[in-house]
């Protein structure tokens, strides 16, 4: 078994969050390294079961092999069906650890980090056929400035996405080099780096479909935690965050929440138990910087 795979954040936060009952069914729906999954079946009994989700095939080679244990290789946004099929349904409770790996960022042939040179890939799935390499080389002048300015919120985007069809022309953009001869004339040399991971992370988005799979997995949630049941999910970046926070507030991704004739608010499905996100203490940024960026929110279904 791989144990440097992924090292998990906020992990007693977040597993603590379940209020994990000995016969409970619980959903680890981003499995990674397993540290999160290997937490909660610390605290199941022998009639607990833990469905575990990753769409990477080299997350789940890192599978345990608990009885109690089921796993399933894809999406998920697809968490009802296989909740369903494995007669796990409703569940008490469903964590999800959102965002990349550490070991996708690690291994250079993914195409996620800046810091090797690699083939523009960034799928999360290897089986998926959009890469970052085909948007580049492929999207509309227009659809490049949409995902760089709503995914990246990248301030120079029509400027980006511009240079990006300009070197395309002669060139196909298929590297991580290729990229950054484009965008480093355009970074400002302070924050060279974080444009650059404002870039990859909205292709990242793009390629995976990240948010619209987040938004699937949220809705999905409604119907397949029990009331009184727990939701527990770490986000990285304010755009995940947002959406999280929207859907256990409003019951909806983004606006206002609509009134009826006489004022009142509709019932929402889940109710925060967390008015403000949990973070990482000092201590676990030093040991894993990853943790900086991490947000927990938490969640209880509603009995109504």
């Known amino acids: 078994m791989m144990t440097t795979y992924h090292e998990p954040v906020l992990l007693k936060e977040s597993v603590d969050a379940l209020n994990i009952k000995e016969d409970g069914l619980y959903v680890d729906a981003t499995y990674g390294g397993g540290g999160h999954s290997k937490e909660i079946l610390s605290r199941l009994g022998k009639k607990g079961k833990l469905l575990v989700i990753d769409q990477d095939q080299d ?3 890192n599978a345990s092999d608990d009885q109690r244990c089921i796993h399933v290789r894809h999406n998920y946004r697809y968490m009802y069906h296989f ?4 007669a796990m349904f409703p569940v008490d409770g469903v964590l999800a650890d959102l965002g990349i790996s550490s070991h996708q960022i690690d291994e250079a042939e993914r195409g996620f980090s800046i810091r090797f040179n690699a083939a523009l890939d960034m799928r999360m799935s290897r089986e998926a056929e959009l890469t970052a390499a085909s948007i580049l080389n492929n999207y509309s002048e227009l659809d490049l400035v949409r995902v760089f300015s709503e995914y990246g919120e990248v301030f120079n985007s029509k400027t980006l996405a511009r240079k990006i069809v300009e070197a395309r022309s002669s060139n196909p953009v298929n590297e991580i080099d290729d990229l950054k001869k484009i965008m480093a004339p355009l ?13 990859f992370q909205a292709l990242r988005i793009e390629v995976n479909d990240e948010l619209g799979s987040l938004k699937e997995l949220l809705v999905q949630c409604i119907p397949s935690i029990k009331p009184g049941g727990r939701l527990s999910v770490i986000t990285y970046h304010s755009l995940e965050d947002r959406i ?3 859907f256990i507030a409003k019951g909806k991704f983004e606006g ?11 019932d929402v499905a889940f109710s925060a138990v967390n008015k403000k996100p949990v973070t990482a203490d ?4 030093q040991s894993n910087p990853r943790s900086r960026s991490a947000k927990l929110r938490i969640a209880e279904r509603n009995k109504s």
């Not at 909740?83 to 494995?86: C, D, E, I, Q, V």
């Not at 206002?256 to 509709?266: A, C, R, S, T």
């Not at 000092?282 to 940024?285: A, D, G, H, T």
């Open 83 to 86: 909740l369903r099929y494995y």
């Open 59 to 61: 997350a789940l080679a």
């Open 187 to 199: 970074a400002d040399r302070l924050h060279e780096s974080q444009y650059y991971a404002k870039v």
């Open 244 to 246: 999280v926070k929207n």
């Open 256 to 266: 206002e929440v609509e009134k009826d004739l006489f004022g009142n608010i509709p």
């Open 282 to 285: 000092e201590s676990e940024i």
